[in-house]
T-cell receptor
Framework: EAGVAQSPRYKIIEKRQSVAFWCNPI?????LYWYQQILGQGPKLLIQ????????DSQLPKDRFSAERLKGVDSTLKIQPAKLEDSAVYLC??????????????FGPGTRLTVL | GENVEQHPSTLSVQEGDSAVIKCTYS??????FPWYKQELGKGPQLIID?????GEKKDQRIAVTLNKTAKHFSLHITETQPEDSAVYFC?????????????FGTGTQLKVEL
């Protein structure tokens, strides 16, 4: 079974530029998550989709971050404009069911973003 | 919201020794407690999880214990090997509409020395 795929793996941009990350979850997984992991910290949830609807985006900085999951499969996370403090690893995860409160979350390898 | 504290932040053990990592959580409604291992340059990988209806779970050299009253849970690794060296994260979640929202601890860097 293929895992969660993410691209690109690394990205370096200047502050105030825009960037986009892509995620392809495990086939058949209904729920998709984007996390931000700052160096030395645990992952922090940014947004959670159930199929193609947003379930939780309470920690997403909506003035600069946006995300979509068209057709309930792939997802993109965008930052515009980027700030220095956005430097982090952006992790995508997926879980099997829609609404499963104890479903295992499977993580992708992440995209390491450096903002200069 | 939920708060998860994890200790220690670094742990160094000799190969073959045991390692214990402890976490506490704040929300008594939390009912799912996974542990993830993260190697350098990779995403977190689930190694074991426990649900609130059990107090202990074991999988070969790895075990997790849960004390709901004290809101503590711990990861135990026995007979440690060099390949166990990584960062370990605990997490907690509670039922909410639309799935589970994991709150992670700050991680423990485990180093297994030869």
């Amino acid at each position: 079974e293929a895992g969660v795929a993410q691209s690109p793996r690394y990205k370096i941009i200047e502050k105030r530029q825009s960037v986009a990350f892509w995620c392809n979850p495990i086939s058949g997984h209904a729920t998709l998550y984007w996390y931000q992991q700052i160096l030395g910290q645990g992952p922090k949830l940014l947004i959670q989709f159930q199929n193609n609807g947003v379930v939780d985006d309470s920690q997403l900085p909506k003035d600069r971050f946006s995300a979509e999951r068209l057709k309930g499969v792939d997802s993109t996370l965008k930052i515009q404009p980027a700030k220095l403090e956005d430097s982090a690893v952006y992790l995508c995860a997926s879980s099997l069911t829609a609404g499963g409160s104890t479903d295992t979350q499977y993580f992708g390898p992440g995209t390491r973003l450096t903002v200069l | 919201g939920e708060n998860v504290e994890q200790h220690p932040s670094t742990l160094s053990v000799q190969e073959g020794d045991s390692a214990v990592i402890k976490c506490t959580y704040s929300d008594s409604a939390s009912n799912y407690f996974p542990w993830y291992k993260q190697e350098l340059g990779k995403g977190p990988q689930l190694i074991i999880d426990i649900r609130s209806n059990v107090g202990e779970k074991k999988d070969q050299r790895i075990a997790v214990t849960l004390n709901k009253t004290a809101k503590h849970f711990s990861l135990h690794i026995t007979e440690t090997q060099p390949e166990d060296s990584a960062v370990y994260f605990c997490a907690a979640s509670k039922p909410k509409g639309g799935g589970n929202k994991l709150t992670f601890g700050t991680g423990t860097q485990l180093k297994v020395e030869l």
